[in-house]
């Protein structure tokens, strides 16, 4: 049997948020399992799977001059607020069981970060480059699967501990996945950490090609040992 100390049991809590992110993605908005592309919004609900262990989290997509995302988990509430190029401007993290309300934006090479975490002041600045900051990958790759390049790098923030990393994902071609039952064509990305923390692991991505919805994700699901996480978007099949 494995005993987990309380950060462990919380980074394996955090699985499918880092995984969204690499992995992320305040309201509560009604979900249903697919949306009309080119909707206002779209929203879907998604599974998580960590070992036994099984969530769902609600998602939601706002397209507008400055693109809003939302997702609402168990335990957690995030909203990502995004250039019109899908790069994050501000983001929100929300969890009251404990204590923690944090606020994140960009300036410059620099990213903010203000409210209260774990229960103590935050007011701390950490310092990046010019590359964009991606804080919610199943929406920010988007325009990097319809354009030339076949690798890109970006910053992100890791939800439960407040570093950021610089992350490189790379396009591995499509291929046919299975989402309630039905074979979809999908473009596949693999994302991991660049430099020597590269050695940790890879992610990986699946969104539809015909509208870049991200169906699938399979990577780390915590600490080096633990379970895989798979991330699969829910059809209500």
């Known amino acids: 049997m494995i005993v987990m100390n309380t950060d462990q049991a919380h980074t394996l809590r955090n699985g499918l948020l880092l995984a969204l992110l690499f992995c992320t993605l305040f309201t509560v908005v009604p979900v249903r399992a697919g949306a009309t592309p080119g ?25 507008r001059e400055e693109p809003l995302l939302q997702a609402i988990g168990p335990e957690q509430r995030h909203q990502t607020l995004m250039e019109s190029n899908m790069a994050t401007r501000r983001w929100y993290l929300d969890h009251p069981e404990n204590s923690t309300h944090v606020a994140v934006w960009r300036e410059g090479d620099e990213l903010l970060l203000q409210g209260q975490w774990r229960g103590e002041p935050l007011d701390k600045m950490l310092q990046i480059d010019d590359a964009p900051w991606f804080q919610a990958l199943s929406v920010s790759l988007r325009p990097f699967l319809t354009g030339a390049e076949e690798s890109t790098e970006f910053w992100t923030l890791r939800p439960d501990k407040l570093t950021v990393h610089k992350i490189r994902a790379r396009k591995r ?49 915590g600490l080096p040992g633990t379970p895989a996480t798979t991330i699969l978007l829910d059809t209500g099949r």
């Open 39 to 63: 909707a206002a919004t779209e929203s879907y609900r998604y599974r998580q799977q960590t070992g036994r262990n099984e969530e769902c989290f609600e998602w939601s997509l706002e397209h």
């Open 173 to 221: 071609g499509q291929e046919t996945v299975l989402v309630g039952g039905e074979e979809v064509l999908a473009h596949r990305v693999e994302v991991g950490m660049t430099g020597p923390a590269a050695l940790l692991g890879k992610g990986r991505y699946w969104f539809r090609a015909c509208d870049l919805v991200l169906l699938r994700y399979q990577g780390p699901g």
